[in-house]
């Protein structure tokens, strides 16, 4: 399905990189449920997760300028692909207000490329 072991490995390390993302959103939540944003945003561990979450958008901004517009929306998508879009959208959900979130155009055109997908569109991560 995927090729060659080095195209597998650069999948599996892809999806990786948008997990570490995604925990690093989710646990930042988390936090600031118990305590406060300021009480916890500014410490060495918010700094921390803050970075790993930039650094990862612009990792997965640079993966999906790969596709150059041309997304695979129409065939199953990889690990990869599937990680990174759940990692933008919950990002868009609690972090687009925040002016440290990196703008990432080729990301934002490869997640609502997915979209055409029963599969992500329908798991969106939405407030109710």
């Given at each position: 399905l995927l090729g060659s072991p080095e195209?597998?490995?650069?999948?599996?390390?892809?999806?990786?990189?948008?997990?570490g993302g995604i925990d690093a959103?989710?646990?930042t939540i988390i936090t600031r449920k118990v305590t406060a944003p300021a009480l916890f945003d500014e410490t060495p561990?918010?700094?921390?997760?803050r970075r790993t979450m930039i650094e990862t958008q612009r990792r997965l901004e640079e993966f999906a300028c790969?596709?150059?517009?041309?997304?695979?929306s129409d065939k199953a998508p990889t690990l990869d692909i599937i990680c990174?879009?759940?990692?933008?959208?919950?990002?868009?959900?609690r972090y687009a207000d925040q002016g440290w979130l990196p703008q990432t155009p080729a990301l934002k055109g490869l997640a609502e490329a997915m979209r055409i997908r029963p599969s992500f569109a329908e798991t969106m991560p939405r407030i109710v």
């Open positions: 195209k597998a490995a650069g999948v599996l390390s892809r999806a990786g990189v948008a997990v959103s989710v646990t561990v918010g700094l921390r997760r790969n596709f150059n517009g041309q997304y695979p990174a879009v759940v990692l933008y959208d919950y990002q868009q959900l």
